[in-house]
């Protein structure tokens, strides 16, 4: 379904596949060049100067021969790749953002995923029961709204977000730090998938890059980029996600954290966020306020879980809308584990309680 | 000039007779010995002179052959020294030739012609008593432990000379040196033990009790510090008593393994190995002749693996064996050894590389993930009870003694026995599935519960007869004779998706 490819998207995409070949260099050379066939053309026929994009002779030696080669053309045609140009009218990103990819590379058989609104959800690798859960209803909401989600195709609240949107029958955006012919994590290969057939993939590098510490928060900005709204699902103290939540403010896009318990590790970062001035997304429907929409359905559905018994009830409040495992509930409510036991199945099965890495969490 | 000394020699944990026959002939002075000796057995040689020398005996300048039947069995140590030593006298008739009809001799012989202790006397007095000895001649150290086999007179031996005179009748047997006590004095900790120093933890005593009635294997995972250790450490304390039957299986496993003892061990055996175990450390065998291993050690008792994950993962994978069949198989040309390995497996592991567990937790994903490969899926299916341990609550108070937990482990024992007389089983974790339903019987309402649970949890045939088996125990622990709901739920979440 890609249409006709233009010499301009050939070149570009040529381009952006040259080993070494930074955002940076690439912005250089097209601007020196005027045009990414005229920047081809120049390295082709050796003509790059090198105080352009400070490369060394060895470089341009290597890009001279990789230009002739054309493999970056024939990927592309396999693969049914499709090519932006920064400027070009259906480059994604429509303000101006400094310093962004000029070339962006994406293969999906759903590229309107792009003419929707868009919220970015991210948060942390490591995150809990709760996380996961928020991650997922999220994206499940923002698809009901007809919100593009994008994210990062990572573990945690990355993936759980895209599954949330995907189930939910939406469109959704996937980041990632490699090349389009790489899928990592590995165990993600199944969401590879089904983010290739309700959306596309996204990605700044060459086939054939592997995953490098450096490249995931250089990838983080793009996310921020591309998105109207970032939503902080869970995030650390120190990790991506902030980073995505810093590239967004310098983007003038909107921040929402979801807030957390100031127990959970895994929230330390969104809370900070919160700290700082982000706005806490508390309902799911601030986020499409946030973007200026009115949401189209009302508040949440009603709730249609069982009314807990006296025991479910008294367990609810020894959990404190927090987890614990078994042990502290015994203490906290003083009952024996068969009492305490029979009332967790119950609560499980009424849904209102889930069982995670050896503790019970209120759902 | 032909002589035979019945005397017996260690194969694993077991005894094997072995005849001594002593065959002397004129021909150039030499000493032969015949019949797959190890090193220990060659070198009596050397031994069995001196002693007979120092004990002012006449040493036969001849040709000496020792022969060692049944020949194709490696004998090993140097319990036949005074079988040979005995042999080498009668054969050259400083005893009259029938004094050792009906008589078996153990005992390692010192250069001076003293008699020195041997490892297993147990097991060896019991083979030579099923072949027939009525009596037994033992080195003094071993006298007690001799006296555990029913049915055989044991003889104390403390030198050459002394025990040439009493068989000859000359002069009395001495008496067998007073015995220091019945009890085991080994106890496994060097400061006394109590489940009540343990606060809160209110589950996983739960399945440390259902453990130590029901022989169920138990996992606990948990942050470092808040108490796995301490509290499966305590497990020794509510484990009940061996019986007799039981005491003489450690006894004679513990003598084998050359661990010495005074009488009978009369509390159940508890063994940490630690980590860097070897797999033969941990289940038996070793070059040359096979030894029993932790597994073996542990029979009837306790094996405690503290931080699981961090054994190797061919040890571990070794560990389903006896897990599974209760005993470890050795194979050896030309035998096969069979060590029993009856035990509890108690082991504690971290929750994830960091050790914090939820909702401190900051390991990633894959990294919890590739934590929880090294514990392999066919060994934590092997834990009935599976369960994470948090840290304690501020307002937790110390809780029930050790003493008063093990009344209870102790009529649920008596429970068991009565439900198993007669089976080969002796507590509910035994019973194998194909007898649930006669020997384990559940309620309607029980068997809907269970049901429940397997729906719910999706659990294979196996975990559902492992939920079986613990809800029977913590029935028993409640006196119940009756599987109630709230056991089979409480059992089912006592076996969780750990670590």
Not at chain 1, 29 to 42: D, K, M, N, Q
Not at chain 1, 139 to 145: H, I, Q
Not at chain 2, 274 to 303: D, Q, Y
Not at chain 2, 333 to 341: D, E, S, V, Y
Request: aromatic content about 4%; glycine content about 10%; proline content about 8%.
């Amino acid at each position: 379904v890609t249409k006709e490819r233009s010499a301009d998207e050939v070149a570009a995409a040529t381009l952006a596949c040259l080993p070494r070949m930074t955002a940076a260099r690439l912005r250089a050379v097209l601007a020196r060049f005027e045009g990414p066939v005229g920047a081809l053309r120049a390295i082709g026929s050796g003509c790059l100067e090198d105080e352009v994009c400070e490369t060394s002779a060895a470089t341009r030696r290597m890009w001279q021969a990789h230009a002739a080669a054309g493999t970056a053309r024939r990927r592309i045609d396999e693969r049914g790749t499709q090519v932006w140009i920064e400027g070009a009218a259906d480059y994604p990103i429509v303000d101006a953002v400094p310093d962004l990819a000029p070339v962006l590379l994406g293969e999906g058989r759903r590229p309107e995923a792009f003419e929707a609104p868009r919220v970015a959800i991210v948060g942390t690798r490591a995150a809990t029961p709760h996380g996961l859960a928020d991650a997922r209803e999220l994206g499940g909401f923002l698809a009901a709204e007809q919100i593009t989600v994008v994210s990062g195709l990572a573990i945690g609240i990355d993936g759980a977000a895209h599954e949330g949107a995907l189930d939910a029958g939406g469109l959704v955006v996937g980041v990632v730090a490699t090349g389009l012919d790489i899928t990592y994590p590995r165990r993600h290969t199944v969401l590879y998938e089904r983010v290739r057939a309700n959306g596309v993939i996204v990605s700044e590098q060459a086939f054939g890059v592997g995953p490098r510490p450096g490249l995931f928060p250089v990838r983080n900005r793009i996310i921020a980029a591309l998105a109207d709204v970032v939503v902080v699902v869970e995030a650390t103290m120190r990790g991506g996600a902030r980073i995505t939540a810093q590239y967004a403010l310098e983007y003038g896009r909107p921040v929402l954290a979801v807030p957390g318990s100031r127990r959970n590790p895994s929230a330390a970062g969104t809370n900070a966020l919160i700290a700082d001035g982000a706005h806490p997304l508390v309902d799911w429907s601030d986020v499409v306020l946030a973007m200026g929409m009115t949401p189209a359905r009302t508040r949440s559905t009603p709730d249609r879980r069982a009314t807990p018994s006296a025991g479910g009830r008294a367990l609810l409040d020894a959990l404190g809308g927090e987890s614990a495992n078994p042990d502290q509930l015994a203490s906290r409510t003083g009952r024996t584990p068969e009492q305490i036991a029979i009332v967790i199945v119950e609560l499980e099965r009424a849904g209102w309680i889930e069982r995670a890495q050896g503790a019970v969490w209120p759902r | 000039v032909l002589a035979s000394v019945i005397s017996a020699t260690l194969l694993g944990v077991d005894g094997q007779v072995v005849t001594v026959e002593v065959h002397i002939a004129s021909g150039l002075p030499g000493y032969h010995v015949v019949g797959l000796p190890d090193t220990a057995v060659r070198e009596s040689r050397e031994r069995v002179r001196a002693a007979v020398q120092s004990s002012q005996l006449k040493w036969p300048p001849t040709r000496i052959t020792v022969n060692l039947a049944p020949s194709a069995i490696r004998k090993a140590g140097a319990g036949l020294d005074l079988a040979v030593g005995v042999g080498v006298l009668l054969a050259s008739d400083e005893l009259p030739p029938d004094v050792l009809d009906g008589v078996a001799v153990l005992g390692e012989l010192g250069l001076d012609g003293t008699v020195r202790h041997v490892p297993g006397t147990l097991a060896l007095v019991d083979a030579v008593s099923r072949a027939g000895c009525s009596t037994v001649i033992v080195p003094p150290a071993d006298a007690a432990e001799a006296a555990l086999v029913p049915g055989v007179t044991v003889r104390v031996a403390r030198d050459l000379a002394e025990l040439r005179a009493c068989l000859k009748g000359e002069s009395a047997w001495p008496d067998p040196p007073a015995e220091p006590c019945d009890e085991h004095p080994d106890e496994p900790f060097d400061e006394p033990l109590d489940l009540g120093e343990v606060r809160g933890l209110t589950w996983a005593r739960r399945a440390l009790e259902a453990a130590a009635a029901g022989g169920h294997h138990l996992l606990l995972a948990g942050p470092p510090g808040v108490g796995k250790t301490m509290l499966a450490r305590r497990l020794a304390t509510i484990m009940p008593s061996l019986t007799d039957v039981e005491a003489l299986d450690v006894t004679r496993v513990h003598s084998a393994a050359g661990r010495a003892s005074a009488g009978l061990v009369r509390r159940p055996p508890f063994r940490s190995p630690h980590h860097t175990a070897s797999v033969a450390a941990l289940v038996g065998g070793g070059s040359g002749r096979p030894n029993p291993g932790e597994v073996t050690l542990a029979h009837h008792g306790i094996l405690f693996l503290d931080e699981l994950g961090e054994f190797p993962p061919r040890a571990l994978d070794a560990l389903r064996q006896p897990l599974e069949e209760r005993a470890v198989w050795i194979a050896r040309q030309p035998i096969t050894l069979c060590f029993p390995a009856d035990f509890v497996l108690v082991a504690c592991t971290n929750p994830c590389p960091c050790g914090l567990g939820p909702p401190a937790c900051v390991c990633g994903e894959a990294a919890r993930a590739r934590y929880r490969r090294r514990l392999s899926a066919p060994l934590l299916d092997r834990f009935d009870l599976r369960l994470s341990v948090g840290p304690p609550e501020p307002a937790d108070q110390a809780g029930e003694s050790s003493t008063s937990v093990r009344r209870r482990v102790d009529a649920a024992v008596a429970r068991q026995r009565a439900r198993l007389s007669g089976t080969p089983w002796r507590r509910n974790a035994h019973v194998p599935a194909g007898a649930l339903e006669r020997l384990l019987p559940l309620s309607a309402e029980a068997t809907d519960a269970l049901r429940g649970e397997t729906e719910a949890r999706l659990l294979t045939g196996r975990g559902a007869a492992r939920i079986r088996r613990v809800a029977r125990t913590l029935a028993d622990l409640d006196d119940a004779t009756e599987i109630s709901t709230g056991h089979v739920v409480l059992a089912a979440l006592l076996r969780e998706d750990v670590p």
